[in-house]
């Protein structure tokens, strides 16, 4: 299954990762950012409908110059004391957020429609694979309609939520390791989607649905294989 998963993943289709039962019991629909389209946008609002985000591999991120939002909320506590106290010390499934900042391409309008949106996110992905940090701030500006996350340092090795899963996809697939997630919601329950609903929709849709531990098994093969 992971080699269908990385075959899709590299031709731009849309892959499902259920993360574990264990941490967020959700699965994600993720797609490489570089092949970002409009109509991507479009299913992931529609089919997925949770909090679209953008992983960055801690690589990338630091070639950015981008920060964990909690590092931004320590280092202004002092002028805004509630930042201290909003600290997410209490998250029931992990240690740390992974959210850093959210951005808009600077040619989007409001940034939110899936044309914007999706302009944000393919523009981000090429400035990366093409070297050009130097010019984040020229062609992005923040606050905007597209949160990005810091993976963490080795991303599944040290932590497994959909963000490090991204990131592990992408460089098993040999591409820029950048990506889209967003969390498959359920209409009736009013929570995530459960497993054998998220099943039939990816035969329904002829995709590709894997767990986190297949994603995990397969990056440390792959990274013995080095």
């Known amino acids: 299954m992971i080699n269908k998963a990385l075959a899709a993943f590299k031709k731009g289709e849309i892959v499902l990762i259920f993360d574990d039962d264990n941490r967020e019991r959700e699965t994600d629909m993720i797609v490489a950012a570089e092949f970002m389209t409009p109509q991507h946008m479009t299913t992931l609002r529609n089919d997925a409908g949770g909090l679209l985000c953008v992983p960055l591999s801690s690589q990338i991120s630091d070639k950015l110059g981008i920060p964990f939002m909690t590092d931004i909320m320590e280092a202004a506590s002092d002028k805004y004391p509630v930042l201290a106290e909003l600290s997410p010390t209490d998250i029931p499934y992990d240690e740390k957020s992974a959210f850093s900042i959210t951005i808009n391409h600077r040619k989007t309008f409001t940034g939110i429609t899936d044309n914007d949106r999706a302009c944000t996110i393919k523009e981000l992905a090429l400035l990366c694979k093409n070297d050009e940090y130097q010019n984040f701030g020229k062609y992005f ?10 993976a ?22 040999g591409i820029t390791p950048v990506a889209v997630c967003c969390e498959m919601m359920d209409d009736t329950s009013k929570n995530s989607m459960i497993t054998d609903d998220v099943e039939k929709y990816a035969q ?10 297949e994603v995990v098994d397969a990056y440390k093969e792959f990274r013995e294989s080095k």
């Open 152 to 173: 963490a340092e080795g991303h599944v090795l040290n932590r497994r939520g959909h963000t490090e899963l991204s990131i592990a996809l992408a460089e098993m697939a």
């Open 141 to 150: 500006r923040s606050p905007g309609h597209v949160t990005l996350l810091r």
């Open 204 to 213: 329904k849709n002829n995709l590709v649905f894997l767990s986190g531990a």
